[in-house]
Structures are given as C-alpha cells and as structure tokens.
C-alpha cells in the first residue's frame, strides 16, 4: 500500500459548523503535513508533523486545529469557518528528514464553507 | 527564507513539440528538488527528484531535468510532449534536512492535438 488516504472527498459545511478531515498512510512515514491549494493556485504549507508532534505550524488561524493521535493518522478539525477557507486540502507522508524518496501527496478533500 | 520561482505561468504546444519549464529557487545551501504533475481534478503525482549525484534526473512519462547548481535552477524537459501531458506542473524544494516543501506558482501546459 503506497497511498495516502484522505476522507472525505467533498464537504460542504456551515460557519458555525465543526467538522473534521481526516488523512491515513500507511507506508510507515513518520513526518505528515498538511497543505492547503486554492483553484489555479500551488499548495501551500499550513503544518508538519514529525513523529507525531507537530513542528511546524506556518501561522494558521486557530479555527484549523491540526491532530497526530498516531503514526498512520493524521487529522485537520475544523470550526467557525469562513467563506474564504474554501479550498482543496491535501494531506501528505514522507520519510522525516526530508523525502529522500519524495513526498506523497493524497486526492484531497474539497472543502465548501457556506 | 527559501522560494521557488516559475517563469511560464501558462505555456500552449503542439504535440510532438519540445518542452522546457523553467524553475529557480533562492536557498544557497543543500536542496532538493522536485517536480510535480497535477492532471485536471486529480491529485499531485511526482515526476522527478533530485538529492545528490548526477545532476540530470531521469522520470516518468518521458520527463527529465536538470539541476545547475551555479544558475539556482532545475529545468524541466521532455523533447516531444503529447496531449495527455496537458497538466499544471510545479517545481518545489526542500533546504537541509528541514522537511519544509515549497511549491512554486505553478505551470499551466496545454497540448493541442
């Protein structure tokens, strides 16, 4: 198995919602990020995680809260978003110095903030 | 801190024409290097990577680039492109050991039959 998995594919949700996106690999990577991608726009960097303890946090609102309960898992929970958070939120694994073997990146979940 | 730069925002080929992107990061110490690929509603695939050693890196589907340390840059190539290769193509870096990936703005190819 050498995919990243992320769930749900599609989520429409409202602003006084919360919700939660969710990211699984199991290629026994020990570093995941986060990665936010507007249309017609590169991902961007929201957080990384390295053996489960969060390294970076690229000054990302606390409405996005970012949880590693395990190697495999990563987990984006999200609360009193805006219209603006739309976007395509990627998740990705690689090795923890680096990627020596690249980063892999999952589908993504398209988020629609109402 | 480290940034990519991708000077064709938007490039149209025939198929069976050459394809040059251009990419050039900032960071003066030890990088690596990578092109990605992101198909039309699909997810990023990597094309190539470059860490150390022979500075012309063989990918998939036909790519290559080439990393010149002395110009900052890592161009990718691919000498006769086809329709399906119509894609946004981003250039991204790592600096050191920091596992901290940086996208450049992207390239958006379309291929015309």
């Known amino acids: 198995d050498t995919e990243v998995t992320q769930t749900p594919k599609h989520l429409v949700m409202g602003m006084t919602n919360k919700k939660s996106l969710k990211c699984e690999q199991h290629?026994?990577?020990?570093?995941m990020y986060w990665y936010k991608q507007k249309a017609k726009k590169p991902p961007e960097l929201m957080f990384v995680y390295s053996y489960e303890k969060l390294s970076i946090n690229e000054s990302v609102p606390s409405r996005f809260s970012p949880e590693c309960p395990n190697s495999s898992l990563l987990n984006l929970h999200l609360h009193a978003l805006q219209p603006e958070d739309s976007a395509l939120y990627l998740c990705?694994?690689?090795?923890?110095?680096?990627?020596?073997?690249?980063?892999?990146f999952g589908s993504g979940t398209r988020l629609t903030v109402v | 801190a480290q940034s990519v730069s991708q000077h064709n925002h938007h490039v149209i080929l025939s198929e069976a024409a050459s394809l040059e992107l251009g990419c050039n990061y900032s960071y003066g110490g030890t990088v690596n290097l990578f092109w990605y690929v992101q198909y039309p509603g699909q997810h990023l695939q990597l094309l190539l990577k470059y860490f150390s050693g022979d500075p012309l890196v063989k990918g998939i589907k036909g790519f290559e680039a080439e990393f010149i340390k002395s110009k900052f840059s890592f161009n990718l190539r691919k000498p006769s492109v086809q329709w399906s290769d119509t894609a946004e193509y981003f250039c991204?870096?790592?600096?050191?050991?920091?596992?901290?990936?940086?996208f450049g703005a992207g390239t958006r190819l379309a291929v015309h039959p």
């Open positions: 290629m026994g990577h020990r570093a």
């Open positions: 991204a870096v790592t600096s050191g050991g920091y596992n901290k990936l940086i």
């Open positions: 990705a694994s690689s090795r923890p110095t680096g990627g020596e073997r690249g980063y892999t």
